[in-house]
């Protein structure tokens, strides 16, 4: 509510000037039958605007150096985690099944990754466009604040490696590719209104991320795909409400 303007100076007890409003009635008061204060009495004191809780302020987002040390921190605990259950289970983490490690790694793979990227930024940038979307990436960049390209390259690589490594690598052979990807976009549900798409844009990407490592066998396609997608809107969400 704005207590600000006349009204909100007249409501709080002052007047136009600032100074309080029951100064200037003072000794009409006094006059008045029955009217003014005894003696050793005070006048109420005015009464102090009251601020909206809508008015606080938005929490300042940590600085690029911070976040990308914390995301260092974060997905290298992910990724080892990730491999030591690969390896209790007896498995690669790199590799989808024997057969996939046979076959090993074609440059096809990493072209996938690249046009599976390059289609969820564009859809994303569509996505934008919309009411919702574009109240999502507001959000999401605000709280990300000032990142350098450095800074965008660097997380992207981070979260790519480790996402894909944990979600992909570690826990589809496990639960299978509905329920990783499930799981995923549980991982990035952030409990406010404005963000609640994020995480359905996450199931989706993961269903995406999941097919392609079934179809190749390896985490390389995945982690391209990831690592550009994130690349890409994290500097386009900070150059555009980060103030990067």
């Not at 008045?32 to 006048?43: I, Q, S």
């Not at 709280?143 to 480790?162: E, I």
Request: glycine residues 14%; proline residues 6%; aromatic residues 8%.
């Amino acid at each position: 509510m704005d207590t600000g303007g006349p009204l909100g100076w007249q409501a709080a007890g002052y007047n136009s000037k600032g100074d309080p409003a029951n100064r200037h009635h003072k000794n009409e008061a006094a006059d008045a039958p029955g009217g003014g204060a005894g003696a050793g009495e005070k006048l109420p004191a005015p009464v102090e605007p009251v601020k909206h809780p809508m008015q606080q302020a938005e929490p300042t987002p940590p600085s690029g150096a911070s976040l990308v040390k914390l995301a260092a921190v974060f997905y290298g605990v992910l990724f080892a985690i990730a491999w030591g259950w690969a390896a209790v289970m007896g498995r690669s983490l790199w590799f989808a099944s024997a057969e996939a490690a046979q076959r090993g790694v074609e440059l096809v793979d990493f072209v996938l990754g690249l046009v599976a990227g390059g289609l969820v930024v564009a859809v994303s940038a569509a996505l934008t466009r919309t009411g919702w979307g574009s109240a999502l990436s507001r959000a999401l960049g605000m709280l990300l604040g000032p990142l350098t390209q450095r800074d965008c390259l660097v997380l992207a690589v981070l979260s790519g490696v480790g996402e894909e490594a944990f979600f992909r690598g570690a826990l589809q052979p496990q639960v299978g590719l509905v329920s990783a990807s499930v799981i995923f976009g549980l991982a990035h549900l952030v409990p406010r209104r404005d963000l609640a798409p994020w995480c359905l844009f996450s199931f989706a990407a993961g269903l995406l991320l999941g097919l392609l490592f079934e179809r190749t066998g390896n985490l390389l396609a995945p982690s391209v795909a990831h690592i550009v997608v994130n690349a890409v809107n994290l500097r386009l969400l900070s150059v555009r409400w980060g103030g990067g």
